[in-house]
C-alpha cells in the first residue's frame, strides 16, 4: 500500500498467521465464529448449514444474533469498500429458522463444535458452577460434554443473567432466551435456582459436598453513580436496578421529565425502556384483550397509554457524537422515538427543591480522552446548562458484590474484580476458577463466552493433570466459487425496524428478521476473504496483465529499490539472495531494478472477481481457498508450547 511520501507499507505473507488474519470477521471474533462461512452459505440458500455454522464455536449463537456487539462487522473488509456485511442480521435469519427457538433442540446439540473441547473424556468429577449467566452456562456446556457432572446454582428464579435482567425486552425475547438455556440443560447440566452464594450456601459448603472445581461467573451486579451533590436523592436510581425492575415486569416509578447519564449502548437501553409506558408492563385489561387477539382493542389501548405515557427522556454524555461507544443504529433508533441527546456535557450536580429532583446541572466537556488515548476528561466549568427533570438514571458502568467471600476459601481480589490468572482464569484458590466481567471488567457479552471456554478447559486440565492446547489445523484448496452479478455495488440494508411510534407504544421487538430474499441478497455482499489471490513469482513473466485488468487498482509492480527503506522487504529480500541487510542496502538502485521487482497487492480493497487470474497467460496467479480450523489436543507435559491461544491475555 503506497503511502502519502510514496514508500510503501509490506507485510511479506507468512505460512499460517497472515492468511487466518485476512479472513478479518473471523479473525476478530472472540470464539472464531466462522461468519464467511455462514454468510456464504445463506447467499447460497444452505440454511441449516449456516446456522450449525454458526452455532459450532457458540453455545448462544441465537442470542447473539439479536444482541451481539458485533466485533466481526466491525472489522469486516467490505467496510474498506462501502459498508460492513450485516453479519449479526443474518445470524439472526438461520437461527430463527434451526437455533433452539424453533423448540428443537437436536440441531443444536448436534452442532457444536467437539473439537474445540478436550479429547480425553469420561465419566468425571461434580463440578460447581455459580452463576447462572452466559459465563456459568457456557462453562457448564462445555465441562457437561467432557463428562463432568455440573450443577449450576443460580441466585434468581429464572437463569441467564443479565441477558433476562439486564436487556430490555424490545431487543431480547425471554422466549428465545430460555429455549437456548434450556438447549444447554438438554445436555444434562443440573440447575438449581434461587440459591444465592453467601445467602442460602458458601464455597466452604461446596466443597464440603464432594465438587472437585467451582467455578464463579457472578458478574457484575450492582451499577455506579457519581459522587456528585444529590446523588442519592430521591428519584434518582443506579441503571442497573432501573433495568431489573423494568425487565421484570415491575417498574420503577418515573417522572415525565428523565435524564440518563452515559453514552453507551446501556444507557440508550434505559433511555428507550423509559420512553417504553410503565402501564405496558402491568395486566391491564386492554393488554389482556390484546392477548386473546383482539387487534383492534390493542390498538385503542396502545395509543391511549401512548397518549397517557408521555415522557420527555434525555441522554447526557461526555463524548461528542463521534465518540460514543454506543452502537449508532442505538443512538438512530432512540432520536427516532423522542430521545434527546446531550453530547459533550458532564454531570455536576443533581438539583433538588423540597427534597425533590428538579433537574440536572452540567458543565461542558471540552476533552475525553488525553494525548495517550486515556480516558482523562477535562471540562470548562464556566458553561453551565441545567436540564430540567424529575427522575436522574446513572447508566456509566457496573460494579461487583463480593461479599460472600470469606478468608477460607483462598479467593483474592484488586480493584473490585476477582483476581485470576489470565491465561487459565484460575484464582489464588487452586479449585476455583472465574471469568467474565467478574475478572476483566464489562466487555462484551461474546468475550464472556470465549473467556468462560478457557476456563472450562483449565478446570479440566487442572482435574486431570494435563495441558489442553490449541492448535491450527489448516489447508489450501482450489476455489470453485461464483459472486452474484453485481456484488459489488449492493448497498448494506439494516433489517427492517418498526416504526418509531409503534416502537416507543410497545414492547414489541423493534428489529425485524431478513425476508429470505433481503437475507440472501445481503450475504451475498461477502467479499469471500478465505478466498485468496496466490502469486507463483517463479513462472510471472512482468507482463503487467494482471496490473491493467484490476478494476479496484490495487496491484501494482514496484522496483525493488522503493521498497529498501521497508524493514519486512529487507529481511525477505536478503533471504531470497543470500545476501545480508547491509549488502543489499550498497547496491545501486538501477542493479536492484534489473534484477526485478516486486508485485504488491492492497488487500483491503480485493472484491475477490478473480480478473488478474483470468488474465494472468502463465497461471502466475490463481484463487485459493485457505481453509482453517482449531482443535484441541491435550498433552501431559505442564509447560508445552501454547500453539495457538484463541484469546490475548
Request: proline share 5%; net charge negative.
Amino acid at each position: 500500500m503506497a503511502t502519502s511520501n510514496g514508500l510503501y507499507q509490506i507485510r511479506v505473507p507468512d505460512q499460517t498467521d497472515y492468511w487466518v488474519e485476512m479472513v478479518k470477521c473471523r479473525d476478530a471474533c472472540p470464539v472464531h465464529t466462522d461468519a464467511c462461512g455462514y454468510v456464504n452459505a445463506i447467499a447460497e440458500g444452505r440454511y441449516e448449514d449456516a446456522y450449525r455454522i454458526a452455532r459450532a464455536t457458540n453455545p448462544f449463537a441465537s442470542i447473539c444474533g439479536r444482541v451481539c456487539g458485533a466485533p466481526c462487522e466491525m472489522n469486516c473488509r467490505r467496510r474498506d469498500v462501502d459498508a460492513p456485511v450485516s453479519i449479526r442480521a443474518l445470524k439472526r435469519f438461520v437461527t430463527d429458522k434451526y437455533g433452539p427457538e424453533t423448540g428443537d433442540y437436536k440441531v443444536y446439540r448436534e452442532a457444536g463444535n467437539q473439537r474445540m473441547l478436550p479429547p480425553n473424556r469420561g465419566d468425571y468429577e461434580k463440578i460447581a458452577v455459580v452463576g447462572g449467566g452466559v459465563s456459568g452456562l457456557t462453562v457448564a456446556h462445555d465441562l457437561q460434554q467432557i463428562g463432568y457432572k455440573v450443577t449450576v446454582f443460580e441466585a434468581h428464579s429464572e437463569p441467564g443473567g443479565m441477558l433476562m435482567v439486564g436487556v430490555p425486552v424490545f431487543r431480547l425475547p425471554r422466549d428465545l432466551v430460555k429455549h437456548e438455556i434450556n438447549a444447554i440443560c438438554s445436555l444434562g447440566v443440573n440447575l438449581k435456582v434461587n440459591m444465592q452464594l453467601g445467602r442460602d450456601f458458601t464455597i466452604a459448603d461446596l466443597r464440603r459436598q464432594g465438587y472437585k472445581a467451582i467455578f464463579l461467573g457472578i458478574g457484575l451486579p450492582k451499577g455506579r453513580k457519581l459522587s456528585i451533590p444529590n446523588a442519592e436523592a430521591e428519584g434518582v436510581y443506579d441503571g442497573m436496578d432501573f433495568l431489573r425492575a423494568f425487565n421484570q415486569g415491575k417498574p420503577l416509578p418515573l417522572g415525565k421529565r428523565i435524564v440518563v447519564i452515559g453514552g453507551g449502548n446501556v444507557a440508550y437501553d434505559v433511555a428507550r425502556s423509559a420512553v417504553r409506558p410503565a402501564e405496558l408492563l402491568k395486566k391491564t385489561e386492554a393488554l389482556a384483550e390484546m392477548e386473546r387477539g383482539e387487534q383492534v382493542a390493542y390498538d385503542v389501548a396502545r395509543s391511549a397509554l401512548r397518549l397517557s405515557g408521555d415522557k420527555e427522556v434525555h441522554v447526557v454524555c461526555l463524548e461528542s457524537r463521534e465518540e460514543m461507544p454506543a452502537d449508532e443504529i442505538e443512538v438512530h433508533e432512540g432520536g427516532e422515538e423522542g430521545i434527546r441527546l446531550h453530547n459533550r456535557r458532564g454531570p455536576r450536580e443533581v438539583l433538588v427543591e423540597d427534597g425533590k429532583v428538579v433537574g440536572l446541572r452540567t458543565v461542558s466537556c471540552t476533552s475525553v480522552f488525553n494525548a495517550e488515548g486515556r480516558f482523562s476528561p477535562t471540562f470548562d466549568e464556566a458553561v453551565i446548562e441545567d436540564i430540567p427533570c424529575d427522575t436522574v438514571i446513572f447508566a456509566i458502568g457496573q460494579t461487583s458484590d463480593l461479599s460472600f467471600l470469606q478468608p477460607g476459601d483462598g479467593v483474592e481480589s484488586e480493584r473490585g474484580l476477582i483476581k485470576v490468572n489470565r491465561e487459565t482464569y484460575q484464582t489464588t484458590a487452586p479449585d476455583i476458577f472465574a471469568c467474565g466481567d467478574i475478572a476483566h471488567g464489562p466487555r462484551l457479552f461474546i468475550d464472556a463466552v470465549a473467556s468462560a471456554q478457557i476456563a472450562a478447559r483449565s478446570m479440566h486440565d487442572f482435574l486431570r493433570g494435563t495441558r489442553t492446547d490449541v492448535v491450527l489445523r489448516k489447508q489450501w484448496k482450489p476455489a470453485t466459487y461464483t459472486m452474484a452479478e453485481g456484488w459489488e455495488r449492493y448497498p448494506r440494508q439494516n433489517p427492517p425496524a418498526l416504526e418509531a411510534d409503534h416502537r416507543a407504544a410497545s414492547l414489541d421487538i423493534v428489529e425485524v428478521s431478513y425476508s429470505e430474499e433481503q437475507a440472501r441478497h445481503q450475504a451475498s455482499r461477502c467479499l469471500r476473504c478465505n478466498v485468496n489471490t496466490v502469486f507463483d513469482t517463479s513462472i510471472c513473466v512482468a507482463c503487467n496483465g494482471c496490473v491493467d485488468v484490476c478494476p479496484e487498482n490495487l496491484i501494482r509492480l514496484v522496483p525493488m529499490s522503493r521498497l529498501l527503506k521497508d524493514e519486512a522487504f529487507l529481511v525477505s529480500a536478503a533471504q531470497e539472495f543470500g545476501v545480508t541487510i547491509d549488502e543489499l542496502r550498497s547496491v545501486p538502485a538501477a542493479e536492484l531494478d534489473a534484477l526485478g521487482g516486486v508485485m504488491m497487492k492492497d488487500e483491503t480493497t480485493c472484491i475477490r472477481c478473480a480478473m488478474c487470474a483470468t488474465r494472468c497467460p502463465t497461471h502466475a496467479i490463481t484463487m485459493k481457498h485457505f481453509d482453517f480450523t482449531r482443535e484441541c489436543v491435550t498433552v501431559p507435559a505442564p509447560n508445552s508450547k501454547v500453539l495457538y491461544n484463541p484469546i490475548p491475555a
